[in-house]
Every structure is written in C-alpha cells, then in structure tokens.
C-alpha cells in the first residue's frame, strides 16, 4: 500500500481538495452566513457524509451510484436542493439576532452537523472520485481492498478537513471583522446564503464526468 499508488492518489486528493469545489465553497458560504464555529461543525458534518461515500464505494454501492444516470441524478438534485434551502434560510433570518445586539442566531450544533453531513453525502462529484481514484490505488497483495480503500479515504478525509477548516476560518474572521456593524453582518450572512443557492443551482446543472 505504501507504493506509487499511494503517492499518485495523495497527490491526486490534494489538488482535488485544495482547488476551490462545492466542499469550500460550501463552507464559505455557511462561514460568511453564521461564523467560524459553524463554518468548522460545517466541515466535521461534510466529512461524516463523504465518510459514508469512502465506505459505499469501498462496499460496491458507490459504483452502482456512479454508473446509473437516474441514480446520480437523484442523488446531485437532493444535493442541490438542500444547499439551495440552506442559502434561501440565511437570506430569510439575515436580520435576526440574539440577545446581544450584534450576536447573530444560528442553528443548533445538532442541526448544522444533520445538514452538513447531507450536503456531504450527496456531493456526487466526490463520489465520480472515489469510484475512479480509489480502486487505482490499491495494491493487490496488500490486503482486503475494500479495508485498502477505506484507509486511503481515512487519508483524503483528514487532508480535507485540515484543508476546508482554513478556508472556513478565514472566510469566518473576514466575517467577524465585519460584525461591529447589524447591518453589515446582516448583509453577509445573505452574501453567504447567495452563495449557498448558486452552488446548489451549479451543483444541480453540473455534468456528471
């Protein structure tokens, strides 16, 4: 396992993380609507719901997802409608705040994980990737491929999260630099929530490739 192919798919894993996607993009967007703290749960929950990707594609359903044109459509449009949902909700309750003043609401901790991990699970452009990627880099005599597959997405789960984290810090203290003022907060949590829907609307005309 430790070979050539593991070097071409953490290579492979870090261009596909690092070059802004609908993972990032989604954590900005959720970072300049409610914050770093939710920006940071956002990224935990997307990492559950690809979690379950790795573990599908390592038990076969992955492939079955990948290759079938109504199945992939039905999983990219739940995907979409979610992320178009949540932007729509931070555009709606931009103006509501807490008990201070300037202390937006936001979500429960529970309800921003549930609906990370959904937009996660249904990311189908990064299930295409572990279809492709993740068969390729396993080495026959080393093991149970689907425990070889399930490592290497161990892998690609953690470089994501180190990776979206700092984007979402840096979008949330953009953010908080603006929060001394209601109606500047107000106006970038409905930045983000934009964001939210463009992605979804993207995410729902997207290619599958």
């Not at 079938?68 to 709606?92: C, D, M, N, P, Y």
């Not at 810090?169 to 001394?180: K, M, N, Q």
Request: proline share 4%; charged share 10%.
């Amino acid at each position: 396992m430790f070979g050539p192919e593991l070097l071409a798919f953490v290579l492979t894993s870090v261009v596909i993380i690092v070059v802004p996607g609908p993972g990032v993009l989604f954590v900005i967007g959720r970072a300049l609507a409610l914050g770093t703290r939710a920006a940071l749960l956002s990224v935990l929950g997307g990492a559950v719901g690809v979690g379950l990707q790795i573990i599908s594609v390592a038990l076969g359903v992955g492939v079955v997802i990948a290759q079938s044109e109504l199945l992939f459509t039905v999983l990219k449009i739940a995907g979409a409608l979610v992320l178009v949902w949540l932007g729509i909700q931070s555009i709606r309750h931009r103006n509501e705040f807490g008990e201070s003043e300037l202390d937006p609401v936001t979500p429960r901790t529970r309800t921003i994980v549930r609906e990370s991990v959904i937009v996660g699970l249904t990311n189908p452009k990064t299930i295409v990737f572990f279809v492709a990627a993740l068969p390729q880099a396993v080495v026959p005599d080393a093991g149970d491929p689907a425990l070889q597959m399930i490592a290497l997405g161990g892998i690609f789960l953690v470089m994501g999260i180190a990776s979206d984290s700092m984007y979402g810090v840096a979008a949330g203290t953009a953010r908080e630099w603006f929060a001394s003022n209601r109606r500047r907060i107000a106006t970038l949590r409905a930045i983000g929530g934009g964001a939210l829907v463009l992605l979804g609307i993207g995410m729902a005309f997207a290619a599958r490739s």
